[in-house]
Antibody, heavy 117, light 110 residues
Framework: QVQLVESGGGVVQPGRTLRLSCAASGFTFSGHGMNWVRQAPGKGLEWVAVIWYDGSKKWYADSVKGRFTISRDNSKNTLYLQMNSLRAEDTAVYYC??????????WGQGTLVTVSS | QTVVTQDPSFSVSPGGTVTLTCGLSSGSVSTSYFPSWYQQTPGQAPRTLIYSTNTRSSGVPDRFSGSILGNKAALIITGAQADDESDYYCVLYMGNGIWVFGGGTKLTVL
C-alpha cells in the first residue's frame, strides 16, 4: 500500500537551515505530483509547496516563498524540502502528501520541526 | 487574498446527520476547486475522507459523502458515531498551483 515516511525534523536555531526528506513506496512515485503541508502546534493545516511529477513545475505558499525549495529524486522515490532562513513561525509538523489529479490524497505521518534558540 | 471558510465548531447527536461546509470569503465554491475533506484526531496525521468534491477515499465508510450545496462544498456525515468526534479540514485548489486549507471544524458528538 501507499507509504510516505518523512524524516529530517528536529530542533534548529532561527536563521539556520534544515532539509526534510520523504521516502515513498507502494505506488509509482514518478507518476504523481507531491506536496508539503505543515501544521503549527495547536493550529490548522497550511499548504506549503507542490512539485510536479517530473519536477518541471514548483509552486510555494507566500509564507515560504524565497526561503524553502521543494525538489524530488524519482530514481530514489524521495521528496525533499530544503528550508533556509528558518523562523520561529516555521515551527510545525511537516507532512508529505501525494497529489492525485488536483487533490491531496495520501499523507505521511509527519516530522516535527522546532525553530528555537 | 481569498480565505477558505469553515465553521469553527459543530455538534451532532449520536446517530444524527451533520453537514459541514467549506466556503470562500469572496465567491462560490464549485467542482472546479476540487474540494477535499480530511479528518484529524489529536496527535494523528490527517486522513483523507473525500476528494474531488464527492469521491470517497479507499476504506472510508459510505456514511461520509461530499457535494456542492449552494455556494459551498459540503461534507455530510450520516449516522454519526462517537469516533467521528474529530477536527475536519477542507482544502480548495485555487489554480496556478496553489491550494488553500480552511481553518477546520471541531466536531463534537454528544
Amino acid at each position: 500500500q501507499v507509504q510516505l515516511v518523512e524524516s529530517g525534523g528536529g530542533v534548529v536555531q532561527p536563521g539556520r537551515t534544515l532539509r526534510l526528506s520523504c521516502a515513498a513506496s507502494g505506488f509509482t512515485f514518478s507518476g504523481h505530483g507531491m506536496n508539503w503541508v505543515r501544521q503549527a502546534p495547536g493550529k490548522g493545516l497550511e499548504w506549503v509547496a507542490v512539485i510536479w511529477y517530473d519536477g518541471s513545475k514548483k509552486w510555494y505558499a507566500d509564507s515560504v516563498k524565497g526561503r524553502f525549495t521543494i525538489s524530488r529524486d524519482n530514481s530514489k522515490n524521495t521528496l525533499y524540502l530544503q528550508m533556509n532562513s528558518l523562523r520561529a513561525e516555521d515551527t510545525a509538523v511537516y507532512y508529505c502528501v501525494r497529489l492525485l489529479g488536483w487533490s491531496l490524497d495520501c499523507w505521511g505521518q509527519g516530522t516535527l520541526v522546532t525553530v528555537s534558540s | 487574498q481569498t480565505v477558505v471558510t469553515q465553521d469553527p465548531s459543530f455538534s451532532v447527536s449520536p446517530g444524527g446527520t451533520v453537514t459541514l461546509t467549506c466556503g470562500l470569503s469572496s465567491g462560490s465554491v464549485s467542482t472546479s476547486y476540487f474540494p477535499s475533506w480530511y479528518q484529524q484526531t489529536p496527535g494523528q496525521a490527517p486522513r483523507t475522507l473525500i476528494y474531488s468534491t464527492n469521491t470517497r477515499s479507499s476504506g472510508v465508510p459510505d456514511r461520509f459523502s461530499g457535494s456542492i450545496l449552494g455556494n459551498k462544498a459540503a461534507l455530510i456525515i450520516t449516522g454519526a458515531q462517537a469516533d467521528d468526534e474529530s477536527d475536519y479540514y477542507c482544502v480548495l485548489y485555487m489554480g496556478n498551483g496553489i491550494w488553500v486549507f480552511g481553518g477546520g471544524t471541531k466536531l463534537t458528538v454528544l
